[in-house]
């Protein structure tokens, strides 16, 4: 039985390299939030809120590209320490808006400043025309990986328009 040929050696594969830099970020982020009682998926509910306020709980799950079974354990968390408040009821719908407490708001603001020398540390040697290329980059593969519509063919050319 004949092994099937690897695309490419894992270093030089942008997938498994995209992963590992997430899996890194996401354990860094984690480190950095700990000593503010916070998990990256708490962190990331109160910057959503804090940017979008009053979405619901299917809004917010797919904002954090989590399922909404998981995304209400996150929000009954915060809920419980009181940096989200929920209407126990709505009047229209099941729907019900989650916004930032006061408290909710202090420690999304010191959760921002522990983050800031784990972004420093990301980005360290590239200039910022560095990162608005990344941003590009990024934006291309998730472009291209929702919509659907590839005809099979693979596109070798460099996006830097070296090639």
Known sequence: ???AAS???LDRSIGYVLKQATTVLHAAMAAALRPHGLTVP???????????PEQSNAELARGMFVTPQSMNEVLRGLQNRSLVE?????????ARPTHLTSAGRTRL?????????VERRMLRGMTRPDQDQVLTYLRTVIHNL???GD???ADTSDPGGAG
């Open 1 to 3: 039985m004949r092994q």
């Open 7 to 9: 695309l490419h050696p």
């Open 42 to 52: 708490q962190y990331s509910c109160l910057e959503l809120l804090s940017q979008r």
């Open 86 to 94: 929920r209407p126990r009821e709505v009047a229209v719908g099941r």
């Open 109 to 117: 603001e010191h959760a921002r400043m522990a983050l800031v020398p």
């Open 146 to 148: 929702e919509h659907h």
């Open 151 to 153: 005809d099979g063919a």
